[in-house]
């Protein structure tokens, strides 16, 4: 089965930096988009960013120009590099992987844990 651990969560102060990787394990699959997705406490989950297959990248207003997604396709790993960190930004970070199998061709999404990202002031 397919499964997603995410890691590099931490605490940091603001102006610092984070980097959060995602990892992507099991068989006979390909993944199609990724996506970071955030939850701070009292708020719903909210899109931080994504990337597509091509490398298409979107990112929420808030973060644009501060954090950065990638992906490493070799090794089925998505990063978020998170710079300029703010104490908004501290919330618990949730992966996204829209994963197709391989032989019956499903696409369907995959939620990691997630990871804490506190801020300090």
């Known amino acids: 089965q397919v499964q997603l651990v995410e890691s590099g969560g931490g605490l940091v102060q603001a102006g610092g930096s984070l980097r959060l990787s995602c990892a992507v394990s099991?068989?006979?699959?390909?993944?199609?988009?990724f996506g970071w997705y955030r939850q701070a406490p009292g708020k719903q989950r909210e899109f931080v960013a994504r990337?597509?297959?091509?490398?298409?990248?979107d990112y929420a207003d808030s973060v644009k120009g501060r954090f950065t997604i990638s992906r490493e396709n070799a090794k089925n790993t998505m990063y978020l590099q998170m710079n300029s960190l703010k104490p908004e930004d501290t919330a618990f970070y949730y992966c996204?992987?829209?994963?197709?199998?391989?032989?019956?061709?499903?696409?369907?999404?995959?939620w990691g844990q997630g990871t804490q990202v506190t801020v300090s002031s």
């Open positions: 996204n992987a829209n994963i197709r199998a391989t032989i019956l061709g499903t696409a369907i999404d995959y």
């Open positions: 099991g068989s006979a699959f390909s993944v199609n988009a």
């Open positions: 990337i597509s297959s091509g490398g298409n990248t």
